[in-house]
């Protein structure tokens, strides 16, 4: 699952709201915020990891082979 932060998003609404996809059993989430530059992956039972400028993002075990460039975060 992809959630776009946009500028008129409350990011602590959006967190809520992966969060509870992810308890209800997705198993990888990615909430990208462009204000702040980076992404939160969720995975279940698992802490959320924020990445700073990522340039992919992987499927991971979730969808092998799966690559998806960001081309928004430039250096």
Known sequence: MIELRSRTDSLS????????????GLRLGWL????????E???QNQSVEIVL????LSGEN???GF????????D
């Open 32 to 39: 990208i915020d462009l204000q702040n530059q980076q992404v």
């Open 67 to 74: 690559i998806l460039e960001l081309p928004i975060f430039k």
């Open 41 to 43: 992956i969720y995975r």
């Open 62 to 64: 979730v969808l092998p």
């Open 53 to 56: 400028l990522p340039k992919i």
């Open 13 to 24: 609404q959006l967190q809520e709201k992966v969060g509870e996809y992810i308890h209800s």
